[in-house]
């Protein structure tokens, strides 16, 4: 079953536009992380938060963390045609080692 | 990618025959991991390995198999493919038990016919 829930599915903004992906989980976690996806690729790792942080930012992109309502959101500032790619949240339980991944979010950025 | 590899990158089989992809990881980390990505299922654990000789399995081990004789190579096997087993397969690796980022291969698309 899967931990991690991506909300939307897709979702297809113009370049300079913000796009917010958000992540909802079942248990608690240790952390949560986003990764990335282009297409024919294998994932790259973005960002992680813990469980005791609220919010994070790397560059152009800030997540925030709510462990009360089980959920994260991930915000692509100033999105580029670059930034088009499959996104994934990923949680790491607290009763366990491995990290349990979301369907993904397939962001399209317009030119 | 880097400083991990997949091998073969793509493959076709048959149905009823055995299968070994390889994962190779110059980064000398502890832990490996095994994946399957298929539409609308995300990416599933299928085994995954915190050192030589010590491997347990993921929530879709059935069919698979899994060894790991040296810290740098991981090895998945599918003993008698089926088509169900069709799918993209990544290796990653991390140097603590998932508390801290995985580092993914390039993938190995695997088609049984």
């Known amino acids: 079953s899967q931990q991690g829930e991506e909300d939307p599915q897709a979702l297809s903004i113009q370049e300079g536009e913000n796009a917010t992906m958000n992540c909802s989980y079942k248990t608690s976690i240790n952390n949560l992380q986003w990764y990335r996806q282009n297409s024919g690729r294998g994932l790259v790792h973005l960002i992680l938060i813990r469980s005791n942080e609220r919010e994070k930012h790397s560059g152009r992109l800030r997540v925030t963390l709510d462990t009360s309502k089980k959920s994260s959101s991930l915000l692509i500032t100033a999105s580029r045609a670059a930034d088009t790619a499959s996104y994934f949240c990923a949680t790491q339980e607290t009763s366990g080692s491995r990290l349990t991944f979301g369907e993904g979010t397939q962001l399209t950025v317009n030119p | 990618d880097a400083g991990i590899t997949q091998s073969p990158r793509h493959k076709v089989t048959e149905t009823g025959t055995p299968v070994t992809l390889r994962c190779h990881q110059t980064?000398?980390?502890?832990?490996m991991y095994w994946y399957r990505q298929d539409p609308g299922h995300g990416l599933r654990l299928i085994h995954y390995?915190?050192?030589?000789?010590?491997?347990d399995k993921g929530e879709v081990s059935d069919g698979y198999s899994v060894s790991r004789s040296k810290t740098e190579d991981f090895l998945l096997t599918l003993e008698s493919a089926t088509s169900s087993q069709t799918s993209v397969y990544f290796c990653?690796?991390?140097?603590?038990?998932?508390?801290?980022?995985?580092?993914f291969g390039p993938g190995t698309r695997l088609t049984v016919t």
């Open positions: 980064e000398n980390h502890r832990y």
């Open positions: 390995s915190y050192g030589v000789k010590d491997t």
């Open positions: 990653a690796i991390s140097s603590l038990a998932g508390a801290y980022e995985q580092y």
